[in-house]
């Protein structure tokens, strides 16, 4: 099975320029996340979509960071202008839905992409 | 408000057994999750508890108490390859959706 793709890999920019993630989930997976990893902590999640509609945004910064869900399959995280503390990995990652109680769905994670705002 | 506390690092030698505790403070608990994530690598799935107690998968353990709003994670016959950062993930609803993640705990393992 295919696991989450993500691309790319690794992205360095100047402070107000823009750039844009893709992310491709494990195939029949619902759920899709866009995490926030700063380097030496854990993921912060940005947003989670349930197919192509938005669950959770609460976290992200809309002055400045959109997603995007078309068609409930891949998606794009744009983050416009970058600001230095945008130097992070951005996690994507995927889970099957779930319309009643579940013990734990398991979180597949891609690899990331690194963003360097210098 | 959401909290979890873990160790910022660990370290132990080949062989050894380690635990790394879990503190939690959150709207909602329906369940504790464990990943690992090797330097530049995503972070992968371990184990979850839902109810109080041990559960077992090989070498790892975890383990949770719902009173004491703490879980652990034991790692036994530690390899060099355990050697990454582990972090607990409290499931915040009941569809099994939303987790949020704690700061993560280094383990360094030594020959």
């Known amino acids: 099975e295919a696991g989450v793709a993500q691309s790319p890999r690794y992205k360095i920019i100047e402070k107000r320029q823009s750039v844009a993630f893709w992310c491709n989930p494990i195939?029949?997976?619902?759920?899709l996340y866009w995490y926030q990893q700063i380097l030496g902590q854990g993921p912060k999640l940005l947003i989670q979509f349930q197919n192509n509609g938005v669950v959770d945004d609460s976290q992200l910064p809309k002055d400045r960071f959109s997603a995007e869900r078309l068609k409930g399959v891949d998606s794009t995280l744009k983050i416009q202008p970058a600001k230095l503390e945008d130097s992070a990995v951005y996690l994507c990652?995927?889970?099957?839905?779930?319309?009643?109680?579940?013990?734990?769905?398991?979180?597949?994670f891609g690899e990331g992409s690194w963003l360097t705002v210098v | 408000g959401q909290s979890l506390e873990q160790p910022s690092e660990v370290t132990a030698v080949e062989g050894a057994i380690v635990q790394i505790n879990c503190t939690y403070q959150?709207?909602?608990?329906?369940?504790l999750s464990w990943y690992q994530q090797h330097d530049g690598g995503a972070p992968t799935f371990l184990s979850y508890?839902?109810?109080?107690g041990l559960e077992e998968t090989g070498r790892f353990s975890s383990f949770l108490s719902r009173s004491d709003s703490y879980g652990y994670l034991l790692l036994q016959e530690l390899q060099m390859k355990d050697s990454a950062s582990y972090f607990c993930?409290?499931?915040?609803?009941?569809?099994?959706?939303?987790?949020?993640f704690g700061p993560g705990t280094r383990l360094s393992v030594l020959p």
């Open positions: 195939s029949g997976h619902a759920t």
């Open positions: 508890n839902a109810l109080d």
């Open positions: 990652a995927s889970s099957l839905e779930s319309r009643r109680y579940s013990s734990g769905n398991t979180i597949y």
């Open positions: 993930a409290v499931q915040t609803d009941n569809y099994g959706q939303n987790f949020v």
């Open positions: 959150t709207s909602g608990f329906y369940g």
